[in-house]
C-alpha cells in the first residue's frame, strides 16, 4: 500500500470514528464542564483520536463503527482531556438540588461511574474500559453508588416530610 493509500485510508477511518462520536462526545463534556469550554474540550478530544487512529478499539476499515465498540474509548480520551481544564461548576438548569447533593456526597470516580451509567448508557464493561477499571470493579462500584444515592434522597425526603408536619393539623380532640 502506498503511503497516499495509507493517508487515504485513515482519514476515511476519522471521518467514520467523528460521525459517530461527535455528538455523544459534545454531550458527554456538556455535562461535565462549562459551556465555554466544550468546544475546546471537544476540539482536543478529536485532535487526540486523530493521533491515535490506530489505537481505536473496535474500529474497522470501510464501515461506520459501532458507539457501542468506540464510545468507551472516546470517553476515556475526553476525560482524559478534561482533567487538563480548569474545572467550574456546571449550571443546573432545572432543581433537582437532591440529586444533586445525593452526587456530591460520592467520590469523584463513582460520581463518573453513576455519569456513565446513567447519562451515557454505558453497560459496566463499557464504564470499565472509558475508566480503566475492571467491569468487576465498576460493578461493584455501581451497585454502591447507586445504594448510597438512594439512600440519601430516601433520607432527604424524610427530613422535607418531618420538617413540613404542623402539629395542629389533623382532627380536633372535639
Not at 497516499?4 to 454531550?27: D, M, S
Not at 471537544?42 to 464510545?71: A, K
Not at 468507551?72 to 482533567?83: M, T
Not at 451497585?143 to 444515592?149: L, V
Request: glycine share 6%; aromatic share 4%.
Amino acid at each position: 500500500m502506498t503511503e497516499q493509500e495509507t493517508r487515504r485510508l485513515r482519514r476515511a477511518r476519522f471521518e467514520g470514528l467523528a460521525q459517530v462520536v461527535t455528538a455523544p462526545l459534545h454531550r458527554y463534556l456538556l455535562r461535565r464542564t462549562a459551556p465555554g469550554m466544550v468546544e475546546d474540550v471537544l476540539s482536543e478530544t478529536m485532535l487526540v483520536l486523530w493521533r491515535r487512529i490506530d489505537h481505536v478499539p473496535g474500529l474497522r476499515d470501510g464501515s461506520l463503527p459501532d458507539g457501542d465498540d468506540v464510545l468507551p474509548w472516546c470517553y476515556r480520551v475526553a476525560r482524559g482531556c478534561l482533567a487538563n481544564v480548569p474545572q467550574v461548576a456546571v449550571p443546573v438548569v432545572t432543581d433537582h438540588s437532591d440529586l444533586h447533593a445525593a452526587l456530591a456526597a460520592l467520590g469523584e470516580l463513582d460520581r463518573e461511574v453513576i455519569r456513565l451509567w446513567a447519562w451515557e448508557e454505558l453497560a459496566p464493561r463499557q464504564i470499565a474500559e472509558a475508566t480503566g477499571m475492571t467491569a468487576n470493579a465498576v460493578s461493584v462500584r455501581l451497585h454502591r453508588a447507586k445504594k448510597k444515592i438512594a439512600e440519601q434522597l430516601q433520607s432527604g425526603r424524610k427530613k422535607a416530610e418531618l420538617a413540613g408536619h404542623k402539629m395542629s393539623e389533623g382532627r380536633s380532640g372535639q
